[in-house]
């Protein structure tokens, strides 16, 4: 080889044809198949989310049913397919037979390193309540629970064979139909697939996608919808202010451990 005018040589480093930017990533009709995938997801959420708001805001526009009413167990109207017990609320004799409490508690370790981490529990109180030879627990506060006793008479309100309703010593105790909750659970995933399209379009590396601080976009993502939640269905400041605060240190989180590395 000769050498190039005034002795020195001249380095040629190979790049593999000028492709060592794509190292890692998937090829690019895969990318794309994932995003088309992520795309679908989030359409099928997007109905399934209209779907539950319509469902939910059906209930809470529905009035009480008559007295003596709608008596017919809450699956005459799925088998039978419409009746009055679609369009109002039910109500359900029942009777007071037990009461419990307890702690349900959550771990978060998400702070790292030997014994970090904390720990956070909630006190439930339930009472048990019998109706139509069938008994449920349901949740009250402090105060029905150091008061009820078993024969207390209460009411159980049901909306299409689901318990929405009790009302037990003159207090009314309100839960959230399951179309309610539901919606919740679709808007997260919708949130991940719109992460993961997001994903495949701009980075499609593997490495990425499973890096330690991409674990951080699931809880991201529950907050987000959490808060998406809150805005259709509406909730106390309370819970607007936790549901900020987590959705704030989740994006925080997510953020530094990037930075981090």
């Not at 992520?38 to 779907?51: L, S, T, Y």
């Not at 167990?73 to 109500?91: H, K, L, N, T, Y």
């Not at 702070?111 to 069938?134: F, H, I, L, Q």
């Not at 909306?159 to 009314?172: A, D, P």
């Amino acid at each position: 080889m000769r050498a190039p005018p005034g002795g020195h040589h001249r380095i040629v480093k190979s790049t593999g044809c000028g492709r060592g930017g794509n190292r890692g990533r998937l090829p690019v009709w895969l990318r794309w198949l994932v995003a088309l995938a992520a795309g679908w997801g989030v359409f099928v959420c997007g109905q399934q989310i209209a779907d539950g708001y319509a469902a939910t805001m059906d209930y809470r526009d529905a009035p009480l049913c008559a007295a003596g009413g709608g008596n017919g167990g809450g699956s005459g109207s799925a088998a039978g397919g419409g009746g009055d017990e679609d369009a109002c609320v039910r109500r359900e004799a029942g009777t007071v037979r037990d009461s419990r409490t307890g702690e349900q508690c959550s771990y978060d370790g998400s702070s790292g390193g030997a014994g970090g981490g904390t720990t956070t529990c909630t006190t439930y109180y339930d009472v048990k309540v019998e109706r139509n030879a069938r008994t449920d627990w349901l949740a009250v506060d402090s105060g029905t629970y150091d008061e009820a006793g078993a024969g207390d008479p209460a009411e159980v309100r049901l909306w299409q064979g689901e318990i929405v309703g009790l009302q037990v010593l003159g207090r009314t105790y309100s839960y959230e139909p399951s179309s309610q909750s539901g919606v919740l659970w679709q808007l997260a995933v919708g949130c991940l697939a719109l992460a993961v399209g997001a994903w495949a379009v701009l980075s499609g590396r593997l490495s990425e996608l499973f890096a330690f601080h991409s674990f951080g976009l699931l809880f991201v993502a529950f907050g987000t919808a959490w808060l998406a939640s809150l805005a259709l269905f509406g909730g106390h400041w309370p819970t607007w202010a936790f549901a900020s605060v987590w959705t704030g240190f989740a994006v925080f989180w997510t953020v530094s451990a990037r930075r981090m590395g």
